[in-house]
């Protein structure tokens, strides 16, 4: 009987000592597909995979250029990639209709909105700053990524808020930010709801001007509640529980990527990163890149952290702007080992 009890307890202990090496076992030859986009993109990741954070990890990461967030959320419920590259918005959205997924980390987490207007509209506000900049901007031409997306939604937002109507403005659809910029260029629109480059380009340009920029923005107060749930890397909830040594990894080499990244030395190297998975083709294509980033940066953008209370603020916004009719949990959407600074 001692000597059976003495076995059992050694295995026991062989079982316990062997679990954390399986477990990197399993993940040795794991291949795992990444939703990237034009711009800066996936940036953690590129750096991640460029500086062997994930070989090390175990993993192989793989990226998929999918330029629309929808779009890399409905790739992932069908199984073409492993990891989105998601704003809470769209995931809670789809945690709605039924889709099993959570975010597992941070990936760009500040608001990526901003508001330019033409060099040639009067801006008597402007100096006041929000909400009464807002009145300039009344019975103008708002060009929008899509009518009824997002970014109309940020600027109704705003108006609403600032004691005007949604529709004292005329929406326009112009798509991402290059033609976004376009538009605004042409004289199609006299204002974009857009995100970088197209700010940089603005000033470069001096054909328009950011009024302003969901990142450093202090008012709404719920704007600046929201910071630190931005835009996180997604999984399937399936996925997550049958593969946690898969969700950890990508989160090991996100912190570490976070580190790089954010460390002012490693700034060239980011860039020609960066670069190697899109590059900015355009006049002055370089300058714009390095500015982008480093307004990224002074804005704290590129963190792994999911803030829980902005997640709910996030939710809160969903809320007004009657994006949603009903609303998830927060443990709904967000894997509860993500971490949360």
């Given at each position: 009987?001692?000597k059976?009890l003495?076995?059992?307890?050694?295995a026991?202990?062989?079982?316990?000592?062997?679990?954390?090496?399986?477990?990197?076992?399993?993940?040795?030859d794991?291949?795992v597909r990444?939703?990237?986009?034009?711009?800066?993109?996936n940036?953690?990741?590129?750096?991640?995979?460029?500086?062997?954070?994930?070989?090390?990890?175990?993993?192989?990461?793989?990226?998929?250029?999918?330029?629309?967030?929808?779009?890399?959320?409905?790739?992932l419920?069908?199984?073409s990639i492993?990891?989105?590259e998601?704003?809470?918005e769209?995931?809670?959205?789809?945690?709605?209709r039924?889709?099993?997924?959570?975010?597992?980390?941070?990936?760009?987490?500040?608001s990526?909105?901003?508001?330019?207007?033409?060099a040639?509209v009067?801006?008597?506000?402007?100096?006041?700053?929000?909400p009464?900049?807002?009145q300039?901007l009344?019975?103008?031409?708002?060009?929008?990524?899509?009518?009824g997306?997002?970014?109309?939604?940020?600027?109704?937002?705003?108006?609403?808020?600032a004691?005007?109507?949604?529709?004292?403005?005329?929406?326009v659809?112009v798509g991402?930010p290059?033609t976004?910029?376009?538009?605004?260029?042409?004289?199609?629109?006299?204002?974009?709801?857009?995100?970088?480059?197209?700010?940089?380009?603005?000033?470069?340009?001096?054909?328009?001007?950011?009024?302003?920029?969901?990142?450093?923005?202090?008012?709404?107060?719920?704007?600046?509640e929201?910071?630190?749930?931005?835009?996180?890397?997604?999984m399937?909830?399936e996925?997550?529980?049958?593969?946690?040594?898969?969700?950890?990894?990508?989160?090991?080499?996100?912190?570490?990527?976070?580190?790089?990244v954010?460390?002012p030395?490693?700034?060239a190297?980011?860039l020609?990163?960066?670069?190697?998975?899109f590059?900015f083709d355009?006049?002055?294509?370089?300058?714009?890149?390095?500015?982008?980033?480093?307004?990224?940066?002074?804005?704290?953008?590129?963190?792994?952290?999911?803030?829980?209370?902005?997640?709910?603020a996030?939710?809160?916004y969903?809320?007004?702007t009657?994006q949603?009719?009903t609303?998830?949990?927060v443990n709904?959407?967000v894997w509860d080992q993500?971490?949360?600074?």
């Amino acid at each position: 009987m001692r000597k059976l009890l003495i076995s059992l307890l050694s295995a026991a202990a062989m079982g316990i000592a062997l679990a954390p090496a399986q477990a990197q076992a399993q993940a040795q030859d794991a291949t795992v597909r990444f939703q990237d986009y034009p711009g800066s993109g996936n940036l953690l990741i590129r750096v991640a995979r460029s500086k062997g954070y994930c070989k090390a990890a175990g993993i192989t990461c793989e990226m998929k250029m999918i330029p629309a967030a929808p779009l890399g959320l409905q790739a992932l419920i069908g199984g073409s990639i492993d990891v989105a590259e998601t704003p809470i918005e769209v995931v809670a959205a789809a945690v709605q209709r039924g889709a099993k997924v959570k975010t597992i980390a941070g990936a760009a987490v500040s608001s990526i909105f901003q508001i330019d207007v033409a060099a040639k509209v009067p801006l008597p506000n402007e100096a006041k700053g929000y909400p009464a900049q807002m009145q300039d901007l009344k019975g103008l031409k708002v060009g929008v990524t899509a009518r009824g997306a997002a970014t109309e939604s940020f600027f109704s937002f705003l108006m609403e808020q600032a004691g005007l109507k949604a529709d004292d403005v005329t929406y326009v659809a112009v798509g991402a930010p290059n033609t976004a910029f376009a538009a605004l260029r042409a004289g199609q629109v006299d204002a974009i709801v857009s995100w970088e480059p197209s700010g940089t380009m603005c000033d470069l340009t001096k054909l328009c001007k950011v009024l302003f920029m969901g990142a450093t923005a202090t008012k709404p107060a719920l704007l600046k509640e929201m910071y630190g749930a931005g835009t996180g890397l997604v999984m399937r909830t399936e996925e997550i529980e049958k593969h946690p040594e898969i969700a950890h990894a990508v989160l090991k080499v996100s912190k570490q990527a976070e580190a790089f990244v954010n460390d002012p030395a490693n700034k060239a190297e980011v860039l020609r990163i960066s670069s190697e998975y899109f590059k900015f083709d355009m006049p002055q294509g370089d300058l714009i890149a390095s500015r982008t980033l480093d307004l990224s940066l002074q804005t704290g953008t590129f963190k792994t952290m999911v803030r829980r209370s902005a997640v709910q603020a996030t939710l809160e916004y969903l809320k007004l702007t009657k994006q949603l009719a009903t609303l998830p949990t927060v443990n709904d959407l967000v894997w509860d080992q993500a971490p949360t600074e």
